[in-house]
């Protein structure tokens, strides 16, 4: 796989299926249904003040959830490029526009947190990032956070400011 | 682009400041003070505090404290280190309203940010 800045955009291209697929899988990795405690993280308390707690349920998560909603729908979009012949991937080009940059911030980031809370990652587990090769559901959760870190990490390299 | 994710807490910041300024009209009728804010818990300093979250990168971080506060990149970066390094970094102090702003805009960035009073 090789990622790059080209013009007013992010290209990923030289795509194997198997980091194809992980990509597909950014969506549907945000969902927290069934996870108390990523849903948690993501909408996690502001305060220790009940009254602000209350508030905030009313006015500011509905509106988090919106947001949340709303980048995780601009990268389903960017990713229907990779839709079609698997064969056909080694010669696909993912063009993320510089202006969903910030979409994709903020849904790897919604991605990274909410695998991260489903397996209950230990720091040391975060932190290693010589793991052994991938031999459980679990072991390809961490890769899974690693790799979409590593987009994250480019992206913010790439952005202006 | 879809996500526009200062526009939406800006016009969140509003209403709700917009809701709390309807409501302090009617502080004088003895049943509504309990749901109002007293001019005494609106001088109270508050604080917004970021926890440390083992997920987010670091230059994450960085960037998001840079654009959510101003901060020049060194101060961002003392910020980041403080909070890695001291599980907490005070980020910003003073009246209520822009507190919670800050707060729902870290919120936005999935940090683990805080209100709190402080003392």
Redesign the interface.
């Known amino acids: 796989m090789e990622i790059c800045r080209q013009d007013d955009a992010l290209q990923i291209s030289d795509l194997d299926p198997f980091l194809a697929e992980l990509l597909r899988q950014i969506p549907e990795s945000t969902n927290p249904d069934g996870a108390p405690a990523a849903e948690a993280r ?8 009940k009254k ?1 707690c209350a ?1 905030w349920k009313s ?2 998560e509905p ?2 959830r ?2 949340f909603r ?2 995780t ?2 990268v389903t979009d960017d990713l229907t490029q990779l839709n079609g012949n698997e064969k056909s991937l080694s010669n696909c080009i993912l063009h993320i526009p510089i ?2 940059a ?2 994709w ?2 849904t790897l ?2 991605a ?2 909410v695998i ?1 809370a489903k397996y209950k ?1 230990s ?1 040391e587990e ?2 290693d990032h010589d793991r052994s090769p991938i031999g459980s559901r679990r072991d390809l959760g961490l890769f899974q ?1 690693n790799f979409y ?1 590593f987009l ?2 480019f992206i ?1 390299r790439e952005i202006p ?1 | ?5 200062d526009n ?2 800006f ?2 910041a509003v ?2 400041g917009q ?1 709390e300024k309807g409501s302090t009209s009617t502080v004088e009728a003895p049943i509504k003070e309990k749901e109002t804010r007293g001019e005494e818990e609106l001088d109270v300093p508050w604080q917004v505090v970021v926890h440390n979250d ?4 670091m ?2 971080v960085t ?1 998001v404290f ?2 959510v506060f101003g901060y020049p990149r060194e101060k961002a970066e003392r910020h980041m280190l403080e909070v890695h390094q001291k599980g907490r970094s005070i980020l910003w102090s003073g009246v209520r309203e822009p507190a ?1 702003f800050y ?2 805009q870290l ?4 940090l ?5 009073k402080v003392g």
């Open positions: 993501l909408f996690s308390r502001p305060s220790a003040e602000i508030e006015y500011v509106e988090l919106r947001l709303s980048a729908e601009t202006t969903h910030d979409a911030l903020n980031n919604q990274r947190l991260a990652f720091d975060l932190n956070v870190g994250q990490e913010l400011g | 682009m879809k996500a526009q994710c939406i807490f016009m969140s209403n709700a809701l083992p997920v987010n990168l230059t994450y960037m840079q654009r919670e707060v729902q919120h936005g960035y999935l683990l940010a805080t209100l709190e």
